[in-house]
Structure formats: C-alpha cells, structure tokens
C-alpha cells in the first residue's frame, strides 16, 4: 500500500511538473507581451499616441507634467518613462521640465493612459505652465543634471528643495540655495551636489533669512496670515510663495505627516527679502494646489 500511495504521488508530481513547464511555454510563448519599451523608442517606432501638457493643479516641483498615452500598438507591453527624460514646451517663455521618478505603465493594444508625472523645471527664469500648456518629448538628460535627478529619487526629494537641486545645475544657483525645513535633506544634496561638480559648499552663514528656514526671528518686517483647512486623512501639507511667474519663492510652512481633522496653517514671510509686488500664497496638500490667495506687497 505504501508503496502504491508512493506511485501515484510520483505520478501526480510527475503531472503537475509537465503541467507547470506547459504554463510557463504558453504563457511566455509571446515574448512582446511583457517587452518595456522607453518613451522615446515607442514614439520612434510609432507604437503610441502622446497628448503631454502642463498641470496647473500641481506646483511646478511636484506633478507638473500630465502626461496622456495611447497605445497604437498591435501588441501588449510595458512603457517604460525614465528619470531625466525632459519635456520641452513650445513657448520659450515657459519652463521646461525633467522628470525625477521614473514610470512604468502597461499598455494593451488600443488602451489609452493617463498619469502625471513627478518632474521638475530645469529653467529658473521661466513661467510655470499655465491651463493646456502644450509639451513636446525632449532629449534625455546627461550628466550632472541626469544624477542629480536620479539622487531626487533615490532620496524621495519631491520638494523645493529637490527643485533648488535641479537648478544647481541647469541654473548655476549657489549650493548653499539649496535649502528649506528639512536641513537634513538639504545638506545631504548639498554633498551630493558637490561631489559630482566639485564645487564647495559655502559655510553656511546662520543670520541669512533667505536660506534659514527654521529661524523665523531673522526676518525684518513680516507678512502673515493662515488657512484653516479640514483634511480627510494624513496627509503633507505645505504652503509655498510664488511670485506672478507661478514660480516657488520660498516654502513658508512644511507639515509632511500631518493628521486627519480640523488645522490652522499659519504662515508669515519677510517682505525685506521678497520685494516683488504681487505674490500668491498657496495651500498644497499631497502635492495639489486647493487654496491660492493673492497678496500685494
């Protein structure tokens, strides 16, 4: 008997083997079905449809870049967005964009695909972009801007202070701009930055309002108010300055874990160290803009 209860286990082993070597064969007798392609080589093989423009909804260091997908392909695979591929706009007035966290997205023949992308701007002196702002797919970023970006992912960095990164080297602005509440961030790209350029980080100088941002006593003459804002969960809120330009002037409050309920969001600046004349002040929560107010100086 133990010896039949053996067999038929052998047997039934036997089965199952011929059986899961039949699966993998059938299920891998395609080899496209699973194939990534890059955006780029996609687009060069003519395997999709891009519909790319700006998202007015996010701040210009977060999700900036909507990105819409459709699959004219005859076969299934996987797109695959890499970090340091850059959007160009169409108006040389408006910022240009990278992306810092690379996407991977599946795409059945036919199937259309929405999703916006963590991406930053690569041109400090530039606009954000405004309602249906129009972008066509750029080169890959080289270089030090291409390490850079990828350190903003490595370090989940998808802040202002990510943002000063980028534009250490696609702006030259000083290492020491690089700055914002959390200084642990902050110096960690501040060295990073340093030792793919060789450039020095300046010591730091502890009475600059500008790049002191857990000193608040340093400002002149200050400008406050606040939100009072419900959340529905855990959430990061912040609120970010932006000139006329839509661009970030200076984080004035940063909450990454902030808990469900009732909150008063309380914020001041220093009018001697922002002097334009008009300036938006703008509750961000997750990464979407819900209140902007606009403030005259």
Partial sequence: MLNLRYRYKAIFMKDVFVLLILFIFLGYKNPESTKIISLQEAVDQELIELDIKGNIDSPHYYKPIELKVKSVSDFSFILNVKNGQRFLTQDSSVQDMIVVKSELIALEPGSEKSLDLNAMCTQRQNRGPAQNERY?????????????????????????????????????????????????????????????????????????????????????????????????????????????????????????????????????????????????VRLIIDGEIKISYRIEV
């Fill in 136 to 280: 066509v797919l750029g080169p890959m970023a080289e270089k030090h801007l291409l390490q850079v970006s990828q350190k903003v992912q490595a370090l989940e960095t998808y802040n202002t202070i990510g943002q000063y990164a980028i534009w250490t080297i696609s702006n030259n602005i000083g290492l020491d701009e690089i700055a914002g509440f959390n200084e642990v961030e902050a110096e960690a790209l501040q060295k990073f930055v340093s030792e793919i350029t060789g450039r020095k980080i300046p010591e730091k100088d502890t009475t600059d309002y500008l790049t002191n941002y857990n000193r608040p006593s340093l400002a002149v003459r200050t400008l406050g108010g606040k939100f009072e804002y419900g959340l529905v969960k855990t959430s990061a809120v912040t609120i970010g300055l932006f000139n006329e330009q839509n661009i970030i002037a200076r984080e004035l409050l940063n909450k990454p874990v902030a808990p469900r309920g009732d909150h008063v969001l309380n914020f001041e600046f220093d009018m001697a160290a922002y002097t334009e004349p008009v300036y938006f």
